[in-house]
C-alpha cells in the first residue's frame, strides 16, 4: 500500500479544513502582533537580568502580552518553570489551603498530577493531601462529555469548602473527547452559577488551536508549558499562568514568596526565545493541527481507530490512533522518532517513566527534550495501545513523520493491513 498516495488524497480532501486552520492561525496572529505593537516591545526588552531581576521590562510586558492575547487580567511567565506539571502545582498550591476541596469536573487528571494531589505515591512527601486538602472528582459520562447536573449537585453540597474546580481541556492520556472552548464556557457559567470556586483548567496543548482561550470565556485561571503550544518550537523551557488578578496574584506567591510575588526572577538571557516564539505559535500550531488531520486520515485508510477522525474539528493538537497491539504501537513510534531531525538513530522502547504508573513509550527527536510542539508520539504502553501524536514544528515534516510511522506500522504487520 503506496502510502504517499494515501497523504496526497488526504490533502486534496483536506483543503477546506486546512483553509479553516490558517484563517485562525491568521486571526491569533494578528491579536499576538497587536499586544506586541500596543506594548511597546522593543530590542531593549531581550536584555537578559540578574539576581533579583528587580524592573525586568522584558518580562513584565511578556506578561502583560500574555495576558492581552488570551484575554484575561493579568498573567506571569517565567523561563524558570520547569514543566506544565510544575506550573500546575504552583496554580494549585496557590489557590488552596488546609481544609479546601479541589473537585475535578472533568474525570482524575493527567497522571502527572496524581502525586501533586496525593492520590498516588508516598504520604509526607507535600502533596495537597499532606497539606490537609481533599480531592474529589466527577467522573465524565459514557459518551465523554461533562456530567454537569452531577457537577453542578456536588458544588452546592460542598458549598465553600470547594475552592478549585479543575478542568482539563485535552484527553491527556485517556480515550475521550477534547473540550472546545465553547463547551468550557457553558462548565464555567454553569460552576460559577452554583460556586465562589475558582475555575482552573488544564491547557496544555489547546492554546491558539480556536480563537478564543478558556480565561476569555469564564475560567478564573488557565495554565500550560512553554514547550508546547505558545512557546512556538522556540522558547527552550518555562510555563504560564493566565487568568483573574485575585488568582494570578496568589499564584505569584506561591511561585516565589509572600510579600515578593512577580516583582523578582532574573530571567537569564531568555526572554527573546520566549517572545519569538509566542510570535510563531498560532503558525506553528497551525502546522501541527494539519499534521494531526493527515494522521488521522491515513491510519483511518489503513483500519485504525482515530480520535479526532480526519474531518472532525479539533480543540487541541493531540491526534489519537488506537494501535490495537503493544507491536504496532512501539512501531508506530518508532516510525516517528526514525523522521526526527535529532536522534533519528535511535529506537525507542517503553520504560518506567517517574509519574506515571505504566511503562510508557515516547519517540521525540526534538531540539528542545520533551518539547510536545515538536513533532512526538507516546503513551502508556497498555491496551488499547493508544499513541498520542502531537506536533509538528512544519507541516511538510509532520508530513513525513506520518509516512515513517505509518510504513513502520505496516512493516509490524508483516507487510499487509
Known amino acids: 500500500m503506496n502510502i504517499e498516495s494515501i497523504v496526497r488524497e488526504a490533502e486534496v480532501k483536506l483543503a477546506p479544513i486546512f483553509a479553516e486552520i490558517d484563517r485562525v492561525s491568521e486571526v491569533n496572529t494578528k491579536k499576538v502582533l497587536d499586544a506586541f ?3 511597546k516591545v522593543s530590542d531593549a526588552m531581550f536584555t537578559s537580568t540578574s539576581g533579583y531581576g528587580y524592573d525586568d521590562r522584558g518580562r513584565d510586558t511578556l506578561d502583560k502580552i500574555y495576558a492581552e492575547v488570551f484575554g484575561c487580567e493579568a498573567a506571569f511567565v517565567r523561563h524558570s518553570i520547569a514543566s506544565g506539571t510544575h506550573a500546575l502545582a504552583i ?24 502525586e501533586v494531589i496525593g492520590i498516588s505515591g508516598e504520604r509526607g512527601r507535600g502533596s495537597l493531601s499532606d497539606f490537609g486538602i481533599d480531592y474529589e472528582q466527577i467522573d465524565l459520562l459514557p459518551d465523554g462529555s461533562v456530567n454537569i447536573s452531577a457537577v453542578k449537585d456536588r458544588l452546592s453540597a460542598l458549598g465553600d469548602k470547594c475552592k478549585v474546580a479543575f478542568i482539563q481541556r485535552s484527553k491527556g492520556y485517556l480515550d475521550r473527547p477534547t473540550l472546545t472552548v465553547d463547551e468550557i464556557k457553558v462548565l464555567c457559567d454553569e460552576i460559577h452559577s452554583v460556586s465562589k470556586a475558582f475555575v482552573v483548567v488544564d491547557n496544555c496543548y489547546g492554546e491558539f488551536v ?8 469564564g475560567a478564573d485561571l488557565m495554565i500550560g508549558s ?6 512556538g518550537g522556540m522558547a527552550e523551557c518555562g510555563g504560564y499562568l493566565a487568568g483573574t488578578a485575585r488568582a494570578v496574584e496568589l499564584c505569584g506567591y506561591r511561585f516565589t514568596a509572600v510579600g515578593v510575588g512577580l516583582e523578582i526572577g532574573a530571567t537569564l538571557g531568555n526572554n527573546k526565545s520566549m517572545y519569538k516564539g509566542f510570535f510563531y505559535a498560532p503558525h506553528t500550531v497551525a502546522q501541527a493541527i494539519k499534521t494531526a488531520h493527515v ?18 474539528p479539533r480543540a487541541d493538537i493531540i491526534q489519537a490512533v488506537k494501535c490495537r497491539t503493544r507491536e504496532n504501537m512501539i512501531a508506530f513510534c518508532r516510525g516517528i522518532q526514525y523522521a526526527s531531525p535529532v536522534d533519528s538513530y535511535v529506537d525507542c522502547e517503553p520504560w518506567a517513566m517517574p509519574g506515571y504508573s505504566d511503562e510508557v513509550i515516547m519517540a521525540a527527536g526534538t531540539f528542545t527534550q520533551g518539547a510536545s510542539l515538536e513533532l512526538s508520539a507516546d503513551g502508556p504502553v497498555k491496551e488499547p495501545y493508544i499513541a498520542y501524536l502531537q506536533g509538528g514544528l512544519t507541516y511538510e515534516s509532520g508530513k513525513i513523520g506520518v509516512i515513517s510511522a505509518a510504513n513502520e506500522v505496516i512493516k509490524a504487520m508483516g507487510g499487509s493491513i
Not at 488546609?98 to 502527572?112: Q, R, S
Not at 480556536?210 to 470565556?217: G, H, I, K, L, S
Open 210 to 217: 480556536e480563537e478564543r482561550e478558556p480565561v476569555a470565556v
Open 91 to 114: 496554580g494549585l498550591f496557590g489557590l488552596l489551603r488546609t481544609g479546601d476541596t479541589m473537585l475535578a469536573v472533568t474525570g482524575k487528571p493527567y497522571d502527572t498530577l496524581d
Open 226 to 231: 512553554l514547550i508546547k503550544n505558545p512557546g
Open 295 to 312: 494522521a488521522a486520515y491515513v491510519f483511518d485508510k489503513l483500519g485504525f481507530e482515530t480520535n479526532p477522525r480526519w474531518d472532525e
Open 37 to 39: 505593537r500596543s506594548n
